[in-house]
T-cell receptor
Framework: DGGITQSPKYLFRKEGQNVTLSCEQN?????MYWYRQDPGQGLRLIYY???????QKGDIAEGYSVSREKKESFPLTVTSAQKNPTAFYLC????????????FGNGTRLTVT | EDQVTQSPEALRLQEGESSSLNCSYT??????LFWYRQDPGKGPEFLFT???AGEEKEKERLKATLTKKESFLHITAPKPEDSATYLC???????????????FGQGTILTVHP
């Protein structure tokens, strides 16, 4: 079955450590996205990529970094510069273009203490 | 700036009690309005895309409609398994890139009691 796989499901880190969240898709989608979800808030865009080796900052990119070396993979690194890293992180992909829906993975819940 | 407001924040229904969820939006040039269902601890599941006022889409007990200012998600004779958070998002113009930014609402938490 085609889909988006995020791993791990739960992640615990100490403050000051960088951590990388994995996202893999086998939908052959060109575009991939990272969102952050916090209680009581709408999803907020961190980074997106429309094509391999290219990516753009979203609304809340500070303290995060990404890479897009393969079409299937779009890992997100949460750096120690991110002030409030504890959140539910969602990866998504789409075929790209106007009006195409996003398809989401099942998320990674990151807790930083 | 694009805005999406969903109401109510939470809705409790009895099984079989039909109702509607509202998504009010402001966007300069709508490219698409999306409805998603999200279960606790899971990612959002795509339900519908609506592109222009007057359009309607149906899937089982769900029907989505669109006007120039809002969208409704009608739930007919809901069952307990329909309990979830329902998210609405709008896509505006790309502003010179091929990406049209999605703006999400905060969601409506639906609980259906047996």
């Amino acid at each position: 079955d085609g889909g988006i796989t995020q791993s791990p499901k739960y992640l615990f880190r100490k403050e000051g450590q960088n951590v990388t969240l994995s996202c893999e898709q086998n939908l052959n989608h060109d575009a991939m996205y990272w969102y952050r979800q916090d209680p009581g808030q709408g999803l907020r865009l961190i980074y997106y990529s429309q094509i391999v080796n290219d990516f753009q900052k979203g609304d809340i990119a500070e303290g995060y970094s990404v890479s897009r070396e393969k079409k299937e993979s779009f890992p997100l690194t949460v750096t120690s510069a991110q002030k409030n890293p504890t959140a539910f992180y969602l990866c998504a992909s789409s075929i790209g273009g106007s009006g195409s829906p996003l398809h989401f993975g099942n998320g990674t819940r990151l807790t930083v203490t | 700036e694009d805005q999406v407001t969903q109401s109510p924040e939470a809705l409790r229904l009895q099984e079989g009690e039909s109702s509607s969820l509202n998504c009010s939006y402001t966007v300069s040039g709508l490219r698409g309005l999306f409805w998603y269902r999200q279960d606790p601890g899971k990612g959002p599941e795509f339900l519908f895309t609506l592109y222009s006022a007057g359009e309607e889409k149906e899937k089982e007990r769900l029907k989505a409609t669109l006007t120039k200012k809002e969208s409704f998600l009608h739930i007919t004779a809901p069952k307990p398994e329909d309990s979830a958070t329902y998210l609405c998002a709008v896509q505006g113009p790309s502003g010179g890139t091929s990406y049209g930014k999605l703006t999400f609402g905060q969601g409506t938490i639906l609980t259906v009691h047996p």
